[in-house]
């Protein structure tokens, strides 16, 4: 009997597999998988496989390294790629979160998490798929589980009746639940057409709006910039493909991260992309502030001595009103609703065109063919447009056919990379040297399709940002100490986080410049450096010269552009102040 087994411990049901994981993990190390019905002892089947897993798994993390922090990253990056599909069937799995909804702020109870009998919250996840010794075990000391609810939490125990429970057909889900935080359920494995969609609704954000503020900040040749960043981001985005597929304890970017370099490389990796979703929820507030600015530009506020101007003044009663969604105990109402995401980036595109069309701005060729001293804010604006990489391993494992990811990500950068260097062009045809941070401000607002473009940049960003910051927010309360784990304190800090994403916006009111900063740090990390780093090392020795040295040049052109992007905006907006 295993030590874990002898102290009663639970912490291997911790771990998150998605639907048909178990099936997957089979058809890796070339057997089938196991099912209630098998003959024989769990324990003699659980010790052939516990020696066969520990012969084939030999990029595994040792067991000193294993599902360290952060626990959460799955199952709350999956709300980000996550799109459901408008059925029947879909509308019906969400109507117990409509229902929820108004009560969702009551139901949170008096503990963030539940607290088992003499065991407390781990900050360990396994990244090794548990043995059926271990999935028996587990599974008497939990009871059932609903499988619409993945989430983080402790199991209660189940009387002695339940030692003749059988095995699940799906550990996935029998994912502990929390009083204080509901993630929506894992959806089921999509095929290629939703796949495609998942990939869109990652990669067409708000960076599209900066594109053609691009051209005027780098001149016409830095549009070249967009086919060379987006090839060698679906190439990277390929790599991360091979890193998981090297060994089937691989599901996440940390996963990754943790196989090429240690614990330390989980820390780095997961600290990097929390920042870089911290990052854009700062972007989400800046881009509310100056779309209702536009809208409403004399709206002032003076209070005891304090003048807030239109942009502070909708940053913050905008924060005030995202709030109360950071709040919500139940999510899955925001993942459907973060699903219009395309369809309201495809309206802005449209509305662009509609104003340059059909309301007689016309277009006006101008601009510089090349600007060498502003070019490096171009390449930052560009790369954020393709910082994508950290959803990209949980759509690879959402797909039904994983040997079609490859078409899959190259069509989803292929058409991406076409509309950014569509609407620049467009854009800045329109506006020139006018043209704003965002083309939305130059739009004008007499026009009904200036009034859509505007409403949906608003609405965007205010369904998207609790799903954003809700990861960052996760990983922080379960790495508190046990006893700061409380309903107040989860509380507290998803309050003091928005709050600190405004305090950040209103000093740097910079939408475009923040923009460059993040494309040229995060983006070339996230999307150019790790990839390839990783993948020198998890794949050393199987790697042809050839590739080396791409994935050497990749790492170069990473790292100068991160360092002349970085310094280049943070000096232009010292110099803006």
């Not at 998890?538 to 050497?552: D, F, N, R, S, Y």
Request: charged content about 15%; some cysteine.
């Amino acid at each position: 009997m295993d030590r874990d087994e002898e102290m009663g411990h639970g912490d291997r049901s911790l771990l998150f597999i998605g639907d048909e994981d178990d099936d997957l993990g089979a058809d890796r190390d070339g057997g089938s998988p196991p099912t209630s019905s098998d003959e024989g002892s769990f324990s003699e089947r659980s010790d052939d496989d516990d020696r066969r897993g520990r012969g084939d798994e030999r990029d595994a993390p040792d067991d000193g390294q294993k599902g360290t922090w952060p626990q959460s990253y799955r199952q709350s990056i999956d709300m980000l790629s996550a799109v459901p599909s408008p059925t029947v069937s879909t509308l019906m799995a969400a109507s117990p979160s409509l229902t929820k909804f108004g009560s969702s702020f009551l139901k949170a109870g008096s503990s963030f998490l539940r607290k088992g009998e003499g065991s407390a919250l781990p900050l360990t996840r396994p990244l090794l798929p548990p043995s059926l010794s271990q999935l028996s075990q587990s599974s008497l000391h939990q009871p059932p589980v609903k499988q619409s609810t993945d989430s983080i939490g402790l199991p209660s125990r189940l009387p002695a009746a339940a030692h003749e429970a059988e095995l699940p057909e799906r550990p996935s889900r029998t994912c502990l639940k929390s009083d204080y935080i509901e993630l929506p359920p894992p959806a089921s494995k999509c095929s290629n057409g939703q796949s495609i969609i998942n990939g869109f609704n990652v990669l067409c954000g708000v960076g599209i709006l900066t594109t053609a503020y691009g051209i005027k900040e780098g001149g016409w040749l830095s549009l070249l910039l967009l086919p060379l960043l987006g090839g060698s981001s679906c190439y990277t985005g390929l790599l991360l493909k091979r890193c998981i597929d090297s060994s089937p304890n691989i599901e996440t970017y940390p996963d990754i991260g943790q196989v090429a370099f240690g614990i330390f490389g989980r820390i780095f990796v997961s600290v990097v992309l929390y920042l870089e979703l911290y990052a854009s929820c700062v972007e989400f507030i800046t881009l509310l502030g100056d779309s209702l600015s536009s809208v409403f530009p004399s709206a002032h506020l003076t209070f005891t001595g304090i003048n807030l101007n239109a942009h502070n003044l909708f940053a913050i009663t905008m924060a005030l009103a995202i709030l109360p969604s950071v709040w919500l105990r139940n999510l899955s109402l925001l993942s459907y609703l973060s699903a219009g995401g395309v369809i309201a980036t495809v309206t802005v595109i449209v509305c662009l065109f509609w104003v340059g069309i059909g309301e007689g701005i016309g277009f006006h060729p101008s601009g510089a063919a090349v600007n060498l001293t502003h070019l490096p804010v171009a390449f930052g604006l560009y790369g954020y447009c393709y910082s994508g990489h950290s959803v990209f391993p949980n759509i690879y494992s959402s797909m039904k056919d994983r040997s079609q990811f490859p078409f899959v990500l190259l069509f989803c950068f292929t058409v991406v990379t076409i509309v950014y260097a569509g609407v620049a062009v467009t854009g800045f045809l329109m506006f020139g040297e006018s043209t704003m941070s965002q083309f939305t401000l130059n739009l004008p607002q007499q026009y009904i399709p200036s009034k859509i473009a505007i409403w949906m940049t608003i609405v965007n960003p205010y369904t998207k940002y609790a799903l954003t910051m809700t990861p960052v927010a996760l990983s922080i309360e379960e790495a508190l100490p046990q006893r700061m784990q409380s309903y107040l304190v989860g509380m507290s800090v998803r309050t003091f986080l928005v709050l600190s994403t405004v305090a950040v916006a209103l000093l740097f009111p910079y939408f475009a410049l923040v923009m460059a900063l993040l494309g040229s740090v995060f983006t070339m990390l996230v999307a150019l450096i790790l990839p390839c780093a990783c993948y020198l090392s998890i794949k050393k020795g199987a790697v042809p010269l050839w590739e080396i040295i791409l994935c050497i040049i990749i790492i170069m052109i990473g790292v100068v552009c991160a360092f002349i992007g970085s310094y280049t905006s943070i000096n232009r907006m010292i110099s803006s102040r």
